[in-house]
């Protein structure tokens, strides 16, 4: 599965939108774009996944870039209970559902 | 409730003990998987069943013995544990086969080995 790059911190003011880059410069063309999320001393929290065409869900929307080789998950209006640690995953559809999870994005939102 | 419950959810246990992690899941999959997290380290993926058949073993030391009796239930059998065994033991379940990767996690099992 390819390899995804993210930032280890961001910040985000309550109520504002709260936009967590990911590159996936490697992304093959079978391989879909994952995001889970982890709350403090829970289990991770599956949010969207896509392929190529942007998604959206009551949760979030993903934006994924014409090349592939970067996305960008959106929370429209964060709020203190979205304050966790965002992963970005890349893999095959139906592929086992062996996710690798990296390091991730601990967005802190701030009131 | 995620619908995936882990049992107990915190454990202290000496390196001599034997004890046993517990995972159930009420969703009707298929998969059910083991992960470690220590602290500031990655999810590592220890071992993965699909239809009570293991189909993955990451190079996990023999003193984490899994189990699968059913599709809904699945052990982390413990014993002669090393203080650096001490992480968080998070369960998932799926429905394998087909669809995208949508992994259902329980809270966790923290592990405290002294």
């Known amino acids: 599965d390819a390899k995804t790059t993210q930032p280890t911190s961001m910040d985000c003011a309550e109520g504002r939108a709260a936009n967590l880059p990911c590159n996936h410069s490697?992304?093959?063309?079978?391989?879909?774009v994952y995001w889970y999320r982890q709350i403090h001393s829970q289990g991770p929290q599956y949010i969207i996944h896509g392929l190529k065409n942007n998604e959206t869900n009551e949760m979030a929307s993903l934006i994924i870039t014409e090349d592939r080789k970067s996305s960008t998950l959106i929370l429209p209006h964060a709020t203190l209970r979205d304050t966790a640690v965002y992963y970005c995953i890349v893999a095959r559809y139906n592929a086992g559902n062996m996710l690798t999870f990296g390091g991730g994005t601990r967005l802190m939102v701030k009131p | 409730e995620t619908g995936v419950t882990q049992t107990p959810r915190h454990l202290v246990m000496g390196m001599t003990n034997k004890k046993s992690l517990k995972c159930e899941q009420h969703l009707g999959h298929n998969a059910m998987y083991w992960y470690k997290q220590s602290a500031k380290k990655p999810l590592e993926l220890m071992f993965v069943?699909?239809?009570?058949?293991?189909?993955e073993n990451n190079s996990v030391p023999s003193r984490f013995s899994p189990e699968c009796p059913n599709s809904s239930h699945l052990f982390l059998h413990l014993h002669t544990l090393q203080p650096e065994d001490s992480a968080l033991y998070l369960c998932?379940?799926?429905?394998?086969?087909?669809?995208?990767?949508?992994?259902?996690f329980g809270a966790g099992s923290r592990l405290t080995v002294l």
């Open positions: 998932a379940s799926s429905q394998g086969g087909s669809g995208a990767n949508v992994l259902t």
């Open positions: 069943y699909s239809l009570e058949e293991r189909v």
């Open positions: 490697t992304i093959s063309g079978n391989e879909y």
